[in-house]
């Protein structure tokens, strides 16, 4: 069974550039989660879906930030224009319902110089 | 808000020494606290759920056991691929989210 697949794995862009992160849940799951992760604030929740639908979105730092879920199997968080302090490890998680544990991707990590 | 901390920060222990890592947390009506393990350049793999105090969880050398403002994660006799970051998440009974805490990074010396 195939767990969250996200990519780019790495990602080098310089500042100003669009970035764009794209994260494939495991199948039948109807929550899915974007977190950012650094050695300052930890594992921050960003954005979540439940059946593609934001839910909350209170965590997303700025308007730089934008998240959509088109369809069950396909997210993507943008950052347009990006800054140096959003290099972090970007990571996509779902899980099966609200109460589940949450599986992870290994992550994305993104450096703006 | 939901605030969960996790003690210590960094935890380093010989091969067969015991120990315990802490996650203290305060929530409106506890879902359920998680406990995950990150390897470097991985993402966090769930461990455990526990869902009231009193419940304990046990995996191999792991035993998560939970209280109405803490959770422990007891180790026995670790190894060297116990080496990890454990993080401690909690779920409240309103949310659909969770919030994580800031880990303990663990290292086991053979």
């Known amino acids: 069974d195939a767990g969250v697949i996200q990519s780019p794995r790495h990602e080098v862009t310089e500042m100003g550039q669009e970035v764009t992160l794209r994260c494939k849940p495991i199948?039948?799951?109807?929550?899915l989660f974007w977190y950012r992760q650094t050695m300052m604030r930890g594992l921050e929740l960003l954005i979540y879906?439940?059946?593609?639908?934001?839910?909350?979105d209170s965590g997303m730092p700025e308007d730089r930030f934008s998240a959509k879920m088109p369809n069950a199997s396909f997210s993507t968080l943008k950052i347009q224009p990006s800054e140096p302090r959003d290099s972090a490890v970007y990571f996509c998680?779902?899980?099966?319902?609200?109460?589940?544990?949450?599986?992870f991707g290994d992550g994305t990590r993104l450096s703006i110089l | 808000e939901d605030q969960v901390t996790q003690s210590p920060e960094a935890l380093r222990l010989q091969e067969g020494e015991s120990s315990s890592l802490n996650c203290s947390y305060t929530?409106?009506?506890?879902?359920?606290l998680f406990w995950y393990r990150q390897d470097p350049g991985k993402g966090p793999e769930f461990l455990f759920t526990?869902?009231?105090a009193g419940e304990e969880k046990e995996k191999e050398r792991l035993k998560a056991t939970l209280t109405k403002k803490e959770s422990f994660l007891h180790i026995t006799a670790p190894k060297p691929e116990d080496s990890a970051t454990y993080l401690c998440?909690?779920?409240?009974?309103?949310?659909?989210?969770?919030?994580f805490g800031e880990g303990t990074t663990l290292t086991v010396k053979p």
């Open positions: 998680a779902s899980s099966l319902t609200f109460n589940q544990p949450q599986h």
């Open positions: 199948s039948g799951h109807d929550y």
């Open positions: 879906f439940n059946n593609n639908v934001p839910i909350d």
């Open positions: 929530v409106s009506g506890l879902r359920g």
């Open positions: 526990l869902y009231s």
């Open positions: 998440a909690v779920q409240a009974s309103n949310a659909g989210k969770s919030t």
